[in-house]
């Protein structure tokens, strides 16, 4: 087991999210091993499930600063990054940063911005830090992306480009509420707006704390070759022209690594590999019918499942 601090402070955020987020514990703790593996996540699903509140009670729930950016067709980079205006009075150029330069960016409806837009969030998203006018700025910490879309929606919108895709840790589907759980969110008639009075359970420390002990989660040799033939068999299927990449297969290791931590544990077990397979993987691969697993996730992930079924587990 972690030690007794630990497990609390993660059972506290999980808890806290679940105040305004009902019934999707599952959702929320997928959004936990995000947070606790230092890696970004996108929430796919149809409009009105909760996904943007669902980023910003993660945001609020940490001692830490939040920007939303509302992705549109006119948005610009210089409207992420931030941009150099001169000061006439100091005759100089001055940066002003934009809102990635925050501890959480909650990026809602993210496939709205045409790709060059997006291709702003890609340094960002892999190397903590901007690149402007020559010159190199880093990132708070902890620096988390939680990026929003609909996927059925395809007027006025842009498929997300693969590596941007692949520098998203996890792709989850919040889905509808159960009947219990939309009982709940109608007798309390408006409950986004409980998250103004959410308070904040974690310091941004905590969370730095989080993520070094998640890296230091025991990981088998004979768990890392399951997951490689897992990733391997990506890249040999017929059905995918495109499999997993490297990337790809330390992102599954993180995230079993996370799951393990979350889940009180100090060491990997084979389930932490088989449950975040999909979600971490199916959104990586190109299909040989043509598509995008963007653009067709069901597929995608029916593919991944077979294989998963292929591999042996140890």
């Not at 609390?8 to 009902?22: A, F, R, T, Y």
């Not at 925050?102 to 892999?126: C, K, W, Y």
């Not at 409980?194 to 308070?199: A, C, I, S, V």
């Amino acid at each position: 087991m972690t030690n007794a601090v630990d497990q609390p402070l993660i059972e506290k955020l999980i808890s806290n999210v679940g105040q305004v987020i009902l019934g999707k514990r599952d959702v929320v703790e997928l959004c936990m091993i995000a947070l606790v593996a230092g890696e970004h996540v996108l929430l796919e699903d149809v409009p009105g499930v909760g996904k943007t509140s669902l980023g910003r009670a993660l945001a609020r729930s940490v001692a830490a600063t939040f920007a939303r950016i509302q992705f549109t067709p006119d948005l610009l980079p210089a409207d992420i990054v931030g941009s150099s205006i001169f000061n006439q009075v100091e005759a100089k150029f001055e940066f002003h940063p934009g809102p990635i330069f925050h501890n959480f960016v909650l990026g809602d409806e993210i496939n709205r911005a045409p790709p060059r837009t997006q291709a702003a969030l890609l340094e960002a998203m892999s190397d903590r830090q901007v690149s402007i006018d020559g010159v190199t700025r880093d990132l708070p910490s902890p620096f988390m992306v939680i990026a929003t879309q609909n996927p059925f929606e395809f007027e006025g919108t842009y498929s997300l480009p693969e590596s941007q895709l692949d520098r998203f840790l996890l792709r989850i589907s919040v889905g509808y509420p159960d009947a219990d759980a939309e009982l709940k969110i109608l007798d309390s008639q408006l409950p986004h707006l409980g998250l103004n009075h959410l308070p904040s359970v974690l310091t941004r420390e905590q969370v730095i704390d989080l993520q070094q002990q998640s890296q230091k989660i025991t990981f088998d040799t004979r768990l890392k070759r399951y997951l490689l033939e897992i990733v391997h068999r990506t890249r040999q299927s017929r059905a995918l022209r495109v499999g997993v990449s490297t990337r790809g297969a330390l992102h599954l290791q993180r995230a079993a690594q996370a799951r393990a931590l979350v889940q009180g544990r100090q060491f990997v077990i084979p389930d932490d590999i088989k449950v975040l397979a999909i979600p971490t993987l199916a959104h990586r691969v190109l299909l040989s019918s043509g598509g995008s697993a963007g653009n067709n996730r069901r597929l995608a992930e029916e593919i991944m499942a077979g294989l998963l079924d292929e591999v042996a587990v140890p």
